[in-house]
């Protein structure tokens, strides 16, 4: 009996989250009220308070929930390519699914915005995007990069975020179109040799 009320909770309680999330992709942070989440997954306002202390920790909770998720997808993939300008050239094909105005970018740019007022949202995301970079980072180590991993992950992550920031005021913006500044981030020092070696020996 336990066990079952147990999952019951539990189940409610992602059905929150989705909810939560999915209303501050449509209607904007600012505009979500617990009425509306309690609506969209189909409970009593008090269900709400219930199993988050607040409306704007079931605000975090659920979009950060999302960010990580997605940040942990790309990373985990981008990991599995075999060599930088190979994983530059997945992530820009992966990034092109976005449009801007899909429910995943407007819950991204609502998040940041908000970040920018609330600071646990703001610490938590921090987290998120740190954990991310460090993955990156020794993926790349692991890949050539000896003194600038940390760096070059930096900017990796930070160009996730601003592409499909981007995307939402040019949806024309080709991200395909970017593969050769990128490359040229993640090529390594011994890329570079080689390749300078080559021109200069006519090869």
Do not use: K, N
Not at 20 to 47: F, K
Not at 140 to 161: E, N, P, S, W
Request: glycine fraction near 8%; aromatic fraction near 4%.
């Amino acid at each position: 009996m336990a066990e079952a009320s147990a999952d019951r909770g539990r189940t409610t309680r992602q059905r929150l989250l989705g909810a939560a999330a999915a209303l501050i992709a449509e209607a904007g942070w600012g505009a979500v009220s617990t009425r509306m989440v309690a609506e969209r997954a189909g409970v009593a306002p008090g269900v709400v308070h219930y199993h988050f202390a607040s409306l704007p920790d079931l605000l975090i909770a659920a979009s950060t929930g999302v960010a990580r998720m997605m940040l942990e997808e790309l990373t985990a993939r981008l990991a599995e390519q075999p060599d930088p300008e190979t994983g530059v050239e997945w992530l820009l094909g992966e990034l092109s699914r976005y449009t801007g105005t899909d429910p995943a970018s407007l819950l991204l740019v609502e998040m940041y915005l908000a970040a920018a007022r609330l600071p646990e949202l703001r610490d938590r995301l921090h987290e998120i995007v740190a954990d991310s970079r460090t993955q990156i980072a020794s993926w790349l180590r692991d890949r050539g990069h000896a003194d600038d991993a940390d760096a070059v992950a930096a900017v990796l992550v930070a160009a996730v975020d601003g592409l499909m920031l981007h995307r939402g005021l040019d949806p024309d913006l080709d991200f395909t179109a970017l593969a050769g500044p990128l490359r040229a981030l993640v090529r390594t020092d011994r890329t570079d040799r080689t390749d300078r070696h080559e021109e200069g020996s006519g090869t």
